[in-house]
């Protein structure tokens, strides 16, 4: 709703934009291309900016590398582990441990073995940290190793012993001595080596238990790796000397690292990687024994090294919560890891980013005593994935970023909120204006937000540009609609590359009473589609629409003055009836709430994301459903509060394809529908037909969603009413427990539909909360 534009505001907005251009004209002139101080990396993209890090870092001590080299573990100070996946480049939960265990991930990442000095064996799951099992041996655990199939579980102890655990049928299937000294080092290959404190080498037959020395070193075992063919293995001591062993083939000469630091060596037995100081690492060619490559370390204290061969990379873990990435031909740091209590993040020499919501909330770029978050770039430079890219693990390569950003970083435009004097009473009109300056990196957009929700274009009463001394201006007034109470209203100007800068924030309070308003419902839930084939059809996701529907409607009767329910299953959910419901919210007042939950398929290209309707086909775009459209309606809509649950499904379970698609749904999540100043909560799915759950009857995230409308999310705080923030967070915590908790009973379904991932949920929360019924009444 509009009312016509007023002499007097149009004054004012002439006014505004002649100060503006004044102001403007007589500052002092300043060169964008300023530096402020040096970057993170060495010829960084952003020429004059600075990454600065806000969010406190996890203290870490120790960390082992699975066999094979694609998994790897950290333990912190605090007690907890991290499991990294880089063949997918993303970090597990932290998991609960001790301070003074052995661990150790198995070769496909799936799980966490855990050993104490009570011969205690822990199996958690990787991602969740949920226990699995618990492994009772006979001796203090030292070592933990997995063979290459993740079958078998081979642990030292500090009696010179080995235990060999069958893990799918949790029971230990053999053992045997080895040494009278601890172990200190295990490798699978072709065959399983053994090394121990006395410098005791030995083959281990996993089917007996029965050891075989083959060679008594000069000094402690630190590590030991198996060539693949199986013919030879290297052996590195605590005084770093690394000694060939034959298996059954020629043996290479000994190498002598020189020093009793730090030692890593590559999976290949190619390249080792050795450090006695604090400022360098040296790579060696194992063939002749050679430096090849000395590594700068400008950050942090070392704690453990990672060498791969293939990728001719060196990784680094330091004391302060950080990985750090080289790459040995060039002998430069090619990417920054940040590990943080809840999350992480990780930021290359290009500008490209990755990481979780929390770890990237700590990440900024300092420019001329500015800081613009590091996700504020996410159009030119979020890139899911990352980390196994820039290992080779992934079939692509980090994703190509603009070239025109080498001199400069793109300063997102300045902005000002100013007030046309008028009457501030709620259900009146009530006018802004919003003044935008460049600052070097263009203006795109000018944004305004009421009560957390973008005010759309609809509302814009008029716009004006000016230059002055090449500098742009933007002046835009606002018709806003306040409620009663106090109205916070957001400011944001975005760049060329749709980088926000610093928002400015103004409240006002507002005359009236605040009223009930209308609770809008709009589910889509398609699990028949005719235009496709049996392989695409789905089971729950219209009865999960219809099971949402019906319980906030009963729910929400306490909260709202009337409900009105838009309920689209199967073939009433067509393309053309989703977008005439989504159209109807151009009706609603500001005090109504929208609640939007979509179940089907999705997914994404590099142009949008799109739902698919039940008259849709992968082959035939027009009938696709775009993240646009969807968007537009929700910015037209009046309601303030908007809570969308998307609950989709996609296909493909490849790594690079589930990278893509987190990169497609971030985008349209961060970009789209929290761009609109909306709550999205969203499954975080990639099967494409989820394995039916009969005990639930219903897909996990609805599952979970309707148990935290029922009161299970009444916790933050415990007050009886359930909110859809409350909900958001419940569904975070607790779905990938059900989730775990409904493989076991069904294994190899869930391996067929989901590979080796625990699904995950997804939290964008920027609008206003909203109240989705009482509970306990």
């Not at 006002?508 to 695409?536: C, N, W």
């Not at 997914?603 to 775009?626: H, I, R, T, V, Y």
């Not at 970009?671 to 009969?694: C, F, I, K, M």
């Not at 915590?733 to 059900?738: A, E, R, S, Y």
Request: net charge neutral; aromatic share 6%.
């Amino acid at each position: 709703m509009q009312h016509a534009f007023r002499p007097t505001f149009a004054i004012a907005l002439l006014l505004v934009l002649a100060v503006a251009v004044s102001s403007i004209a007589t500052a002092r002139a300043q060169s964008v291309g300023d530096a402020i101080s040096s970057a993170l990396f060495e010829n960084v993209i952003y020429a004059q900016a600075k990454l600065k890090v806000s969010t406190k870092l996890v203290r870490l001590k120790r960390m082992t590398v699975a066999t094979g080299g694609d998994h790897l573990a950290l333990l912190a100070e605090d007690g907890t582990i991290r499991v990294w996946n880089l063949l997918r480049g993303s970090q597990g939960r932290p998991i609960p441990a001790g301070r003074d265990v052995v661990f150790a991930p198995s070769a496909d990442g799936t799980l966490l073995a855990i050993g104490d000095n009570a011969g205690r064996i822990e199996l958690r799951d990787a991602r969740t940290g949920a226990a699995v099992a618990v492994l009772t041996g006979d001796g203090a655990i030292t070592q933990l190793a997995t063979s290459a199939d993740s079958l078998l579980l081979v642990a030292g102890t500090r009696d010179g012993e080995i235990e060999i655990w069958d893990i799918a049928g949790r029971k230990q299937v053999a053992s045997g001595k080895v040494t009278n000294a601890p172990i200190t080092a295990i490798a699978f290959g072709a065959k399983v080596l053994v090394g121990g404190r006395d410098g005791t080498v030995a083959i281990v037959q996993l089917g007996s238990g029965a050891a075989q020395s083959i060679d008594k070193l000069d000094a402690a075992v630190s590590d030991i790796r198996v060539a693949a063919e199986g013919k030879q293995a290297a052996v590195v001591t605590q005084k770093g000397h690394v000694a060939f062993v034959s298996l059954g083939g020629s043996t290479a000469e000994d190498v002598d690292l020189g020093n009793n630091g730090l030692f890593a060596l590559g999976q290949s037995l190619r390249m080792a990687a050795t450090m006695d100081g604090k400022s360098e690492i040296d790579v060696v060619d194992l063939a002749n024994g050679k430096t090849i490559a000395e590594l700068k370390v400008d950050e942090g204290v070392i704690i453990g090294l990672h060498v791969d061969d293939a990728a001719g990379s060196v990784m680094a873990a330091t004391a302060d919560g950080k990985l750090l990435v080289w790459e040995v031909s060039s002998r430069k740091q090619i990417l920054s890891i940040f590990i943080a209590p809840t999350g992480w993040a990780m930021v290359d020499r290009q500008g490209r980013f990755d990481g979780t919501a929390d770890g990237l909330k700590g990440l900024s770029w300092d420019v001329k005593k500015l800081n613009f978050p590091v996700s504020s770039m996410r159009q030119a430079f979020l890139d899911p994935g990352l980390l196994a890219a820039a290992l080779k693990k992934s079939a692509r390569a980090p994703r190509e970023v603009p070239k025109d950003l080498q001199d400069a970083f793109p300063i997102p435009p300045t902005v000002e909120i100013e007030v046309v004097p008028g009457e501030k009473a709620a259900g009146k009109p009530y006018q802004l204006i919003v003044i935008a300056e460049d600052q070097g990196g263009g203006i795109k957009d000018v944004r305004l937000y009421h009560n957390g929700k973008i005010v759309s274009v609809g509302a814009v009463l008029e716009q004006k540009d000016a230059e002055s001394k090449g500098r742009h201006i933007r002046v835009v007034g606002y018709n806003v609609w306040p409620v009663a109470g106090v109205n916070t209203f957001q400011a944001v100007g975005t760049g060329v590359y749709d980088n926000e800068g610093q928002p400015v924030e103004l409240r006002e309070t507002f005359s009236g009473q605040p009223g009930r308003g209308t609770l809008h419902i709009i589910a889509a839930g398609v699990s028949k589609y005719p235009r496709m084939g049996p392989q695409d059809q789905l089971r729950v996701a219209a009865s999960d629409a219809a099971a949402v529907v019906d319980n906030v409607a009963t729910q929400g009767k306490s909260t709202f003055g009337k409900i009105e329910v838009h309920k689209m299953l199967d073939g009433a959910a067509g393309g053309a009836s989703i977008l005439r419901a989504l159209g109807s919210l151009k009706e609603s007042k500001a005090e109504d709430a929208v609640l939007l939950f979509l179940s089907g398929h999705g997914f994404g290209n590099e142009q949008d994301w799109f739902f698919m309707p039940s008259d849709a086909s992968f082959e035939d775009p027009k009938s696709w459903l775009k993240a646009t459209e969807i968007r537009a309606a929700l910015e037209q809509a009046g309601a303030q509060r908007i809570f969308v649950v998307v609950d989709s499904c996609y296909s493909g379970v490849t790594v690079d394809k589930f990278n893509a698609v987190v990169s497609f749904q971030t985008r349209f999540l961060e970009n789209g529908l929290r761009g609109a100043g909306v709550q999205v909560l969203t499954a975080t799915r990639r099967d494409q037909l989820a394995p039916e759950s009969v005990e639930l009857g219903y897909g996990f995230l609805t599952y979970v969603l309707l148990q935290g409308l029922k009161g299970g999310a009444d916790l933050f705080p415990k007050d009886g009413v359930v909110t859809s923030q409350e909900v958001a967070r419940y569904a975070y915590d607790t779905l990938p427990q059900v989730f775990r908790s409904q493989r076991q009973k069904n294994p190899r379904a869930f391996q067929r539909a989901y590979g080796d991932d625990i699904q995950e949920p997804a939290i964008y929360s920027l609008g206003a909360d909203l109240t989705l019924g009482m509970v306990g009444q």
